[in-house]
C-alpha cells in the first residue's frame, strides 16, 4: 500500500511539473515556446550531477565495506545519470539552435557536459564486460571517483571563462514556481527510477546467491 | 643541542628516516627497471612514438592554411596527436607485468602501493615527454611556423600536461591487468583526459598568438591544478587497483 502511495505521488510530482511548465509559465518574448525546454533542461541536468556524484559516493563507500548492495547504489545513479546527461545534451541542443542559432556550441559548460557524457558510457561499457562482481564494482568505484572529480571542474569551466551558456538568466516568478516544480518533480520521478533499478539489482543479486547455494 | 643530544634526536627518527629511504630506492628502483627493460626490449616507446609521427603527418596534410589560421588550430592537432599516440603507451604499460608473475613480485616490494604507482606514473609522463619532444618540433616543421619565439612557453605546457594523463592512463592500466579489457579502458582515459587536452590546446593557442596574458595564466593554472588532483587520486586510489 505504502508503494502505491509514492508511485502515485511521484506521479502527480512529475504531472505538476509538465503542467507548470506548459501552463503556468508564460511564453517567453523573444524564444517563445522553445524557452520551456529550460524546465526540463535544468532539472535532468541538476539529476546527471546529483547522480554522478552518488557514483562517486557509492564508489568510495564500497570500497571502504566491500558490500555489493553499494555496488548495485552505483549501477542505478550511473544507468539513470547517463540517460539524464543525454537528455541534458539533447534538451540544450535543441534550446541553443533557438536561442543562438546552432546545434552545438564549445561553450565549456556544454563542453564538460559532453565529457561527463562520455565518462559514464565509458564507466558502463566497462563494467558491463566484467564478470566478477567485486571486480566490477572495484572498476567501477575508481572510475567513478577520477570521474566525480571531473564535476567541480564544470563550475570551475563556467566561473573562469564565462562562454555563451546562460549562468542565471532573468526569470519572472511564476517562471521561478515552473523551475521549481520541475527540478523537483522530475528529481522524484528519477530517484524513483533509481530505486527501481537499485532494487532489480538487489533481487538479481539474491536470485544469484540462492542459486549458489543450491548447486554448492 | 649537546652532540650527544643530537645523536640521540637523530636515533629516534632513525625508523621515519629509514622508511622513506626505503621508499625512495623502491620508487628509483621501478623507475630503472621500467626503463632498462624499455630500452632493451623497445616494446612500447617506439611503437608509440610512430604512432605519433603517423597521426603528426595525417593532421598537417589537411593543414593548408595561412599562418594565423594554423596558429590558432595546431594546438589542438599537436595535443590531439600525443594523447591519442599516448593511449597506446598506457594500453601497454601494466600489461609487462603480467608475464611470469611480475605484479606479484611488485605487490611483495616493501615500498606501498603510492610509491608503485608514483614510479610507473613518472615512467609513463617520461615516455608523453619524450613524445611531447619529437611531436612539437615536428608540427612546426611541417606548419612552417617558428618554434624558437614559444619555446619556453610550450616547455612550460608540455610539463604541466603531462602528469595528469599519465596518471590517468596509469591507474586505467592497473585496471585492466588480466582482464583484457584494455582496448575498453582506453575508452575512459581519453574522455577523463579531454579537460587536460583542452586547457593544454587553449595555452597552445595563445602561446602561438603572443598573448601570454591573464588568460593564458588562467589556462595553465588550470593544468597544474589537474596534474595535482590526477597524481593525488591515483596515490589514494592505487592500492585499490592492485589488489588482486
Known amino acids: 500500500m505504502r508503494r502505491v502511495i509514492g508511485e502515485v505521488c511521484v506521479a502527480v510530482l512529475l504531472v505538476a511539473a509538465i503542467l507548470a511548465a506548459s501552463f503556468l509559465a508564460p511564453t517567453e518574448s523573444t524564444m517563445g515556446h522553445a524557452q520551456r525546454l529550460v524546465y526540463i533542461h535544468v532539472p535532468v541536468a541538476w539529476f546527471d550531477l546529483l547522480a554522478f556524484l552518488a557514483m562517486g559516493v557509492c564508489g568510495i563507500v564500497y570500497l571502504a565495506r566491500r558490500d555489493l548492495k553499494w555496488d548495485h547504489g552505483f549501477q542505478a545513479a550511473a544507468e539513470v545519470g547517463w540517460l539524464c546527461c543525454g537528455l541534458t545534451l539533447v534538451t540544450g541542443s535543441l534550446w541553443a539552435h533557438e536561442a543562438w542559432g546552432t546545434w552545438w556550441e564549445w561553450d565549456p559548460r556544454l563542453t564538460t557536459t559532453f565529457i561527463l557524457w562520455a565518462i559514464y558510457s565509458g564507466v558502463l561499457l566497462v563494467r558491463s564486460g566484467i564478470e566478477d562482481p567485486h571486480h566490477r564494482a572495484r572498476v567501477g568505484a575508481v572510475l567513478a571517483i577520477l570521474g566525480a572529480l571531473d564535476v567541480p571542474l564544470v563550475i570551475v569551466a563556467t566561473r573562469w571563462f564565462r562562454g555563451m551558456h546562460p549562468v542565471a538568466p532573468e526569470m519572472t516568478p511564476s517562471m521561478r514556481v515552473a523551475l521549481l516544480t520541475g527540478v523537483v518533480g522530475f528529481t522524484v520521478f528519477f530517484l524513483f527510477l533509481a530505486r527501481g533499478r537499485y532494487e532489480q539489482l538487489e533481487s538479481e543479486n539474491g536470485v544469484l546467491e540462492l542459486r549458489r547455494q543450491m548447486e554448492g | ?244
Open chain 2, 1 to 244: 643541542m649537546t652532540r650527544v643530544a643530537k645523536i640521540s634526536a637523530c636515533w629516534r627518527e632513525w625508523p621515519e628516516r629509514r622508511e622513506s629511504l626505503r621508499r625512495m630506492a623502491g620508487f628509483w628502483w621501478i623507475v630503472h627497471k621500467d626503463l632498462v627493460s624499455e630500452f632493451r626490449s623497445r616494446r612500447v616507446w617506439p611503437a608509440m612514438l610512430l604512432l605519433g609521427i603517423v597521426v603528426a603527418l595525417l593532421f598537417s596534410i589537411q593543414m593548408n592554411l595561412l599562418p594565423e589560421q594554423k596558429r590558432q588550430i595546431l594546438g589542438g592537432l599537436l595535443w590531439l596527436s600525443v594523447f591519442f599516440a599516448g593511449t597506446s603507451l598506457f594500453d601497454r604499460s601494466f600489461a609487462l607485468e603480467r608475464e611470469d608473475g611480475c605484479q606479484g613480485a611488485l605487490q611483495l616490494l616493501p615500498v606501498g602501493p603510492g610509491t608503485v604507482f608514483l614510479a610507473k606514473l613518472t615512467v609513463n609522463a617520461l615516455a608523453l615527454l619524450a613524445l611531447e619532444g619529437l611531436l612539437i618540433p615536428l608540427f612546426f616543421i611541417l606548419s612552417d611556423l617558428s618554434l624558437g619565439a614559444h619555446a619556453g612557453p610550450l616547455l612550460l605546457i608540455a610539463v604541466l600536461a603531462s602528469p595528469a594523463p599519465a596518471a590517468v592512463g596509469t591507474l586505467v592500466s592497473g585496471l585492466a591487468v588480466g582482464q583484457g579489457r584494455g582496448g575498453l579502458l582506453v575508452l575512459v582515459v581519453l574522455p577523463l583526459a579531454v579537460p587536460v587536452l583542452l586547457a593544454a590546446a587553449e595555452c597552445t593557442r595563445l602561446a602561438l598568438e603572443s598573448r601570454l596574458d591573464e588568460v593564458w595564466w588562467r589556462w595553465l593554472q588550470l593544468l597544474g591544478a589537474f596534474a595535482v588532483i590526477f597524481v593525488a587520486a591515483g596515490v589514494l586510489l592505487f592500492e585499490y587497483v592492485i589488489e588482486d
